[in-house]
């Protein structure tokens, strides 16, 4: 068994470590990218979904609600849909054809062509996101993965990858936070610029 940081500034060191080498790891490029596509797809009334497994699914809720609700500024709220958060369907369809397509069933659902998909697994490989991502490839929608190191099989099915150069679940989760966070700072700003009304032409002289 791996030894843990015994005190709470080594826990915190450890992290750090971890975030400063996420900053060079997750590519710039690739943050834009997927915040133009979130952008896009709001803009022109196409659902952003979200979801995840465990404390990833605490994420796509958090994620949401940011959204939804309000990040930092008083905005119109933005279509954001969490997929992990609505137990009677998760269970209805859960008992009756299984866990692993639980999602995909939604993304079937409420997902569109150009719609975006975020799905959040810190291995890149549970079953149920690997589905989802399958489907709303089929249905012509953007999709993003926020992994761990490497990405798993997410990475193969993702237009968009932001993998956190770990193996670590706890640490992974922290990161994502991170970035998840400023995803959503920056589609709020922009969302904001697009909705504000033009400014008016200053009327020509007498």
């Given at each position: ?42 803009s022109a009334g196409k659902p952003l979904l979200v979801c995840g497994n465990g404390g990833s699914a605490c994420d796509a809720m958090h994620i949401t609600g940011e959204l939804v609700a ?137």
């Amino acid at each position: 068994m791996r030894k843990m940081p015994g005190a709470l500034r080594d826990y915190l060191a450890e992290s750090s470590v971890l975030l400063t080498a996420a900053a060079g790891a997750v590519p710039q490029p690739a943050a834009d990218a997927a915040v133009d596509a979130v952008v896009r797809a709001l803009s022109a009334g196409k659902p952003l979904l979200v979801c995840g497994n465990g404390g990833s699914a605490c994420d796509a809720m958090h994620i949401t609600g940011e959204l939804v609700a309000r990040f930092l500024e008083e905005r119109r709220a933005l279509k954001a849909i969490c997929l992990s958060s609505n137990s009677a369907v998760m269970t209805a369809w859960s008992n009756d054809h299984g866990f692993a397509t639980a999602i995909a069933r939604q993304v079937e659902a409420y997902g569109e062509p150009d719609a975006v998909l975020l799905g959040i697994s810190t291995s890149g490989n549970s079953e149920n996101i690997v589905a989802a991502f399958e489907r709303a490839r089929e249905m012509g929608m953007f999709t993003i993965a926020l992994t761990g190191e490497g990405g798993g099989r997410l990475a193969a099915l993702a237009d968009c990858l932001l993998a956190v150069p770990s193996r670590r679940t706890p640490l992974i989760q922290q990161v994502h936070v991170c970035i998840y966070h400023y995803l959503c700072q920056q589609i709020e700003q922009r969302m904001m610029e697009k909705d504000a009304p033009p400014i008016p032409l200053a009327a020509p002289p007498p």
